[in-house]
Antibody
Framework: EVQLVESGGGLVQPGGSLKLSCAAS????????MSWVRQAPGKGLEWVAI????????YYVDSVKGRFTISRDNAKNSLYLQVNSLRAEDTAVYYC??????????????????WGQGTLVTVSS | DIVMTQSPDSLAVSLGERATINCKSS????????????FAWYQHKPGQPPKLLIY???SRGSGVPDRFSGSGSGTDFTLTISSLQAEDVAVYYC?????????FGQGTKLEIK
C-alpha cells in the first residue's frame, strides 16, 4: 500500500523558515516524480513544485521561486520542501503527492495518483 | 498560465440521481502529438487527502467506482456521477497537466439534497 506521511509543519513568523518532510513507503520511490501541492484555508488546490526521480530536474510555481526548494533523498525514501522567507499567503496545508508523467523538451506533464494527509504551515506573528 | 474554471461552485443532488460538474480550461489541453487530453479530476473529502478519480480526461483511477465517468476534449470537460451515493459528498477539483504550472479549478462542493 502506498503511504506518504508529511511532517515538519507548524507556526512560524513572517520571514521565517521551515523544512517539510514526506516519508514514502509501499512503492519504489526512485521510479517516481514527486511533488508538493498546497491548500490555503478555505481555498482550492495549488501546485507548488515537482522533482524528477534522480533530483536532476525541479520545477516551481512562480510565487515560490527563489524562496522554496524541493529536494529528495532516495536512500531514505524521503521528499523535502525547504520553505524560506515565508509570507502570510504561504499559510496552507502542504500535501506530498506522487506524480505520474514525464517531462520532455522543457515541458512537463504530471497528474497525481497518491497524496499524503498533509502538514499545516501557519505564517503569523 | 492555464486557468481552470469549474461550474457550478456548489451542487445539491438527491441520492440515486445524476450529478454533473463542468470544467473549462482557458486553452486547449489536447496534445496533438498523441491526441490525449492532459486533464484530471480529484475528489477531496474533509480531513482526507485528495483522491485521483479520472486522468486522461476519461480513464478511471485505481479503485474508483464505475459510477464516476469523465468526458470532454480540448477546453470543455465533464465529471458525471451516475447515481449519487452518500459517500460522494466532497469537493471535486479538475486539473490540467498540459503545462506547468499545473493548475486546478476552484472546486465544486457536492452535497445531498
Amino acid at each position: 500500500e502506498v503511504q506518504l506521511v508529511e511532517s515538519g509543519g507548524g507556526l512560524v513568523q513572517p520571514g521565517g523558515s521551515l523544512k517539510l518532510s514526506c516519508a514514502a513507503s509501499g512503492f519504489t520511490f526512485t521510479t517516481y516524480w514527486m511533488s508538493w501541492v498546497r491548500q490555503a484555508p478555505g481555498k482550492g488546490l495549488e501546485w507548488v513544485a515537482i522533482i524528477k526521480q534522480d533530483g536532476g530536474e525541479k520545477y516551481y510555481v512562480d510565487s515560490v521561486k527563489g524562496r522554496f526548494t524541493i529536494s529528495r533523498d532516495n536512500a531514505k525514501n524521503s521528499l523535502y520542501l525547504q520553505v524560506n522567507s515565508l509570507r502570510a499567503e504561504d499559510t496552507a496545508v502542504y500535501y506530498c503527492a506522487r506524480g505520474i508523467g514525464y517531462c520532455s523538451g522543457g515541458n512537463c506533464y504530471h497528474y497525481f495518483d497518491n497524496w499524503g494527509q498533509g502538514t499545516l504551515v501557519t505564517v503569523s506573528s | 498560465d492555464i486557468v481552470m474554471t469549474q461550474s457550478p461552485d456548489s451542487l445539491a443532488v438527491s441520492l440515486g440521481e445524476r450529478a454533473t460538474i463542468n470544467c473549462k480550461s482557458s486553452q486547449s489541453v489536447l496534445h496533438s502529438s498523441n491526441n490525449k487530453n492532459y486533464f484530471a479530476w480529484y475528489q477531496h473529502k474533509p480531513g482526507q487527502p485528495p483522491k485521483l478519480l479520472i486522468y486522461w480526461a476519461s480513464s478511471r483511477g485505481s479503485g474508483v467506482p464505475d459510477r464516476f465517468s469523465g468526458s470532454g476534449s480540448g477546453t470543455d470537460f465533464t465529471l458525471t456521477i451516475s447515481s449519487l451515493q452518500a459517500e460522494d459528498v466532497a469537493v471535486y477539483y479538475c486539473q490540467q497537466y498540459y503545462s506547468t504550472p499545473y493548475t486546478f479549478g476552484q472546486g465544486t462542493k457536492l452535497e445531498i439534497k
